[in-house]
């Protein structure tokens, strides 16, 4: 088993091109060869946009096992949502009362949390709405907010990761009529593509791998091979000159920094929370689990490109840690691999303006923010980090008995994020959507100067965000914050909150 797991560790990687590697791969490959091996077509999961019973929007979800074909011809055994890997995309709009009845068919609890939307924190699908085998849940909630990708995924107690990890996610967008005025790519499929960026490990046998070491524990689990939307070496026929990517971290522990192979320049024109106030031209994105980014990329006729990672900057100078005593482990993504295939072939080439603004972000002042509260993200170093030990918020480990914040109803928060570890933890919190004021006091770059809920602390960096717990108060029922690599929250990188009038 030990010889089989090492295997996967390797990466290949020639002439400035890496590919994770397939299973058993060992060799090298030039960058022009590396493209043909992109040929799967890339999954797009259905459209569901349920049926209008009364004034509600009925959504039927169902948590099932499946078999899926990622690796051709060994099967592997997956758990999705309506299907056999994931779940589909649902598309709701703002206003839209819904209902999303959920159904349990796994023979373990799960749960479905809407990440990113301000609901409920009984409809929220933490830990706390636990559903039973054979059980349905129904989430029964009103859109408030506005056009943007949100996702869901299984948020149970302690098991978050194996579950996500074999394929209980999906996006869910929101449309407004705002939105739709403006005249941006919006066909579904053709020139509004989502892609769920996810790292999976394998065995031999074609099952998928998950902790395979402590080292996956402790850094969270990276697997070794790249399947966009549950797609394998995917290959996108581009269609339309001008074409939205709606990309999500749906990895449980890895962070992109994505560009395409050719570096060309592309437009974000969405955070975490919707649109941004313009599109900002960059040439990388950086994505930790759970953020989305919204890109607009133009290809033209005979375009043939790899989106792919490139090693993440080192964050040095001041207040940012460098890797220190840790360094061989927390390198762990810095090897360049290609994560997919753009080719335009046969794209048209009609030209298509882009909005110049796009949309006003809601913003809070830090001079209306009534408290300051402090979270310190904690990883014990040291034999206790062997032991598999140590995740924390505040120096406490995660505990369904312990409320850690009461938050009044209405008041603006600054929530001050200082991570004490020496590796980057991305924190999000739910319930609302915040904006950045700063980074060890230095304002956010443009591509984060909008709606988020997830943000990627840095080793040694403090990061302050302002929001405002909005229209829903429960003092009974909790919400959570917690580091997004699924492995530290399940071992206890997370807390929890009320919402108190
Ligand atoms: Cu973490």
């Not at 107690?157 to 005249?183: C, M, N, P, W």
């Not at 998950?210 to 990276?222: C, I, W």
């Not at 110049?356 to 809070?364: S, V």
Request: hydrophobic share 40%.
């Amino acid at each position: 088993m030990l010889n089989t797991r090492r295997q996967f560790l390797k990466v290949a990687s020639a002439g400035g091109i890496g590919l994770l590697t397939p299973l058993g791969f060992t060799g090298s490959v030039s960058a022009d060869e590396s493209i043909s091996w992109f040929k799967n077509p890339l999954g797009i999961p259905p459209l569901e946009t349920g049926n209008v019973i009364d004034g509600k929007r009925v959504i039927n979800l169902s948590l099932g096992y499946g078999t899926s074909t990622f690796l051709g011809d060994r099967p592997t055994a997956t758990v999705g949502i309506n299907g056999a890997y994931l779940g589909p995309v649902i598309r709701v709009r703002q206003g839209d009362d819904v209902e999303l009845k959920v159904t349990n068919r796994l023979t373990e609890a799960s749960t479905l949390h809407w990440h990113g939307l301000n609901i409920p924190a009984a409809m929220d699908g933490g830990p706390h709405q636990s559903i039973n085998p054979g059980q349905t849940w129904n989430a029964a909630f009103k859109i408030l907010q506005g056009a943007s990708t949100q996702w869901y995924h299984s948020h149970v107690l302690h098991r978050t990761g194996i579950q996500v990890y074999f394929g209980l996610a999906g996006l869910l967008y929101i449309d407004d009529e705002h939105s739709k005025s403006l005249d941006l790519p919006s066909t579904y499929g053709v020139d509004d593509i989502p892609l769920v960026l996810q790292d999976r490990s394998f065995n031999q046998d074609g099952s998928l791998l998950y902790l395979g070491s402590m080292h996956d524990r402790m850094m969270g689990m990276m697997g070794q091979l790249m399947l966009v939307n549950g797609t394998t070496f995917a290959r996108f026929k581009v269609q339309k000159r001008l074409t939205r990517l709606r990309i999500l971290n749906g990895s449980n522990a890895r962070i992109y920094n994505l560009e395409f192979e050719d570096q060309r320049e592309f437009l974000q024109m969405a955070t975490d929370g919707g649109q941004l106030e313009r599109p900002v031209a960059m040439r990388d994105i950086v994505l930790a689990p759970g953020e989305r980014a919204e890109i607009l990329v133009e290809f033209v006729p005979g375009d043939d490109v790899l989106l792919r990672h490139k090693p993440l900057p080192r964050r040095g100078g001041s207040g940012a840690a460098t890797m220190g005593m840790m360094g061989n482990m927390m390198a762990a993504n810095d090897q360049p691999f290609s994560i997919m295939r753009f080719d335009a072939a046969q794209s048209s080439s009609t030209a298509q303006t882009i909005p110049a603004r796009l949309t006003t972000p809601r913003n809070w002042s830090p001079n209306d923010a009534v408290r300051t509260r402090r979270f310190d993200l904690n990883m014990q170093m040291g034999m206790g980090m062997m032991r598999g030990g140590g995740f924390g918020i505040n120096g406490r480990p995660m505990d369904m008995r312990r409320i850690d914040q009461r938050v009044p109803l209405g008041d603006v928060e600054i929530w001050e994020i200082v991570n004490q570890s020496p590796m980057a933890h991305p924190f999000h919190i739910h319930d609302t959507q915040f904006r950045i004021i700063d980074r060890n006091g230095r304002p956010p770059m443009a591509g984060e100067q909008g709606l988020k809920d997830t943000v990627l602390v840095y080793p040694r960096e403090r990061v302050r965000i302002i929001t405002q717990f909005e229209n829903y108060a429960d003092a009974k029922a909790p919400y959570m914050f917690h580091c997004h690599i699924l492995e530290h929250e399940d071992a206890g990188m997370m807390g929890q909150f009320v919402v108190v009038s």
